[in-house]
Structure formats: C-alpha cells, structure tokens
C-alpha cells in the first residue's frame, strides 16, 4: 500500500485537460509544500516534471502545472499531447523516520 | 549534461550481499545530495535512501534499515549503495537519482537508467 494515493489511471483526448489527484496526510502533503511529480514512459527512468508543489524545471512546456489544498496536491496537464501518455508519480517529503519521501502508487494517463 | 550511470547489479540469493555504483558527470558533484529510488517489476517507485552532499545527513527507509548502507566518494563523483542481508522482496531496479535543490535534500531532480537487481534462490 502506497503512502500517497493516486487514481490508477486517467485518460483524455488530445487538446484536453486532465488532472491528477495525489492524496497524502497532514503529516506529509499537508506538512510541507514539498511535492513533487515524476512522469515515466515504459522502459524509461522518471522524470522530474514538478516541484515544490507548483514550479517547473527549467525549459519544460507550461503545460504543466501543479499545485495544493490541504493534503491533496494535483498535477495538471493542458493541452494534452500523444506524448504526455505515460505514468505519472507523485511524491511528498514526509520527515518521518519511517520513510523521508513517500510516493503514491502511479497513476497511467491515456491519450485517447 | 548531467549523466548518471549505476552499475553493480545482478542476481544474488538470500542473505548475500551486493554493491551498486552510480557514477556522476556533468555536475559538481559535491553540491548535491543523492538518492537511490528502486522500482519492483511492475510497481511503483520507492524511496530507499538519501545522503546529503557532505554526508552529515543520512537517511533510509524502514523497509532497508539496518541492511542497506549509503556512501558517497566525491572525489570520485561516485555514490554507493552497500546492499547486505538481501532478501526477495528487494527484487527492484534501483536508480540512482540527483538532487534538484543545491546543499539541500528536497527533491529527485535528475535520474539514471538503473541497475536491476535480482535476488532469488
């Protein structure tokens, strides 16, 4: 059982919007606006799309944007792209000594 | 171009040991805290281990504790995963990832292709 959930898949066609949910605690989502998110195409290593809730690396499309409220942060993707089909993850700084980073399950976007 | 490149893995038993490598390039290495992350065939990712860029700062997961033991050479821009006591369940790709926040541990900005490790009788 993942530490944050996510909806196993989404799915939406091409120029549409779609957003994915990723729910934590008040111990991590809600603790601490250091969420991330990763996206990963099959047989490939993630990649870094968003972080600290809401910001993007450096030279990725703005079609992409995060944010937060409460313990549910989401990630949304505009215009969506045949691309952008692949696995999205997010992840949470949680500080505990159980586990420092918690990720949730994955969530699979299609693009219709 | 940041470039990370694990090495190390493979199929061992139970109970036996194994040593990933993850060699670093294109950054300054010694400003940056590192991580591993594993991937099970099939699953999610996993966060496994972090240690900050002057190794005061070190941290694992419940799941390896006591087992798994992280260290970094920056001399050699290298960080290591000493993995003892393996078990099957820790059956994963294990990538080897950079932090995106200089002298800080806050998020996986960058990744490497991994290294498999198989651990079966």
């Known amino acids: 059982q993942s530490a944050l959930t996510q909806p196993a898949s989404v799915s939406g066609s091409p120029g549409q919007s779609i957003t994915i949910s990723c729910t934590g605690t008040?111990?991590?989502?809600?603790?601490?606006?250091?969420v991330s998110w990763y996206q990963q195409h099959p047989g490939k290593a993630p990649k870094l799309m968003i972080f600290e809730v809401n910001k993007r690396p450096s030279g990725l499309s703005n079609r992409f944007s995060g944010s937060k409220s409460g313990n549910t942060a989401s990630l949304t993707i505009s215009g969506l792209q045949a691309e952008d089909e692949a696995d999205y993850y997010c992840c949470s700084y949680a500080g505990r000594s159980t586990f420092t980073w918690v990720f949730g399950g994955g969530t699979k976007l299609t693009v219709l | 171009e940041v470039q990370l490149v694990e090495s190390g893995g493979g199929l061992e038993q139970p109970g036996r040991s194994l040593r990933l490598s993850c060699a670093a390039s294109g950054f300054t290495f010694d400003d940056y805290a590192m991580h591993w992350v594993r991937q099970a065939p099939g699953k999610g990712l996993e966060w496994v281990s972090s240690?900050?860029?002057?190794?005061?700062?070190?941290r694992y997961a419940d799941s390896v504790k006591g087992r798994f033991t992280i260290s970094r050479d920056n001399a050699q821009n290298s960080l290591y995963l000493q993995m003892n006591s393996l078990r099957v369940e820790d059956t994963a790709l294990y990538y080897c990832?950079?932090?995106?926040?200089?002298?800080?541990?806050?998020?996986?900005?960058?990744w490497g292709q991994g290294t498999l490790v198989t651990v079966s009788s």
């Open positions: 240690i900050s860029w002057d190794t005061t700062n070190i």
């Open positions: 008040s111990s991590d989502v809600g603790n601490f606006n250091l």
């Open positions: 990832a950079k932090d995106g926040d200089l002298l800080r541990m806050n998020y996986f900005g960058y």
